[in-house]
């Protein structure tokens, strides 16, 4: 366990002991949304299969699923062709939100894949762009941190809880998964990382 704190290892101990099995992301939400946001690359883990397979040795099959382990990525090339060619249009995260959650906890990294776009230009070699916005101003860490600034201007000036409806550019940013590697892919997590706060009647979203 070098390098893992063992305050962790001991929860996810007892959460074993508790459920009868190996824990579940939707059991330790905050330290599986960490992982999700890169905190824990610093010990080599990047998903929570991997955070798993170094506490216990072995990894949790409930949490792989259709998408994930050997095969995973071809299920995910197939639905994703198969939605293409039923709806005539490249998918969206909202029509594949399985996969977009697989993409945003890594599973393909190996691949180069690390936002929804990328994994649209390994499969059509192709993306959705919204031709109004200019990407390229947000692209990484650095655009990020443009669009935080541009909506904690106006939450200082009009001192309210930024909506959706107040930047529906930065909205579709979010939509189209360029901020996905950063463990941005819904507004309420670019809200929370931007203000510290939630628009409770956008937690669905």
Known sequence: MQGILQSTVQALKRGQRAYGELPLTTQFNSLSGSIRKGRWRKYGIHTWNELLKQVFGETNVKDLGYYSGEGGFGNAVRDAKEFEQKEGRLPKTSDLISIKTKITEGYWRDLGIYKWNDFLLHVFNSMNVDRSIDYSEYEGADG?????????????????????????????????????HLGISNWNEFLLETTGELMCSTINI
């Open 144 to 180: 990020l941190r443009k669009a935080q600034n541009e909506v904690l201007q106006i939450q200082r000036k009009h001192t309210i809880n930024p909506r959706i409806s107040d930047f529906q550019d930065i909205d579709r940013i979010i939509t189209n998964g360029l901020w996905e």
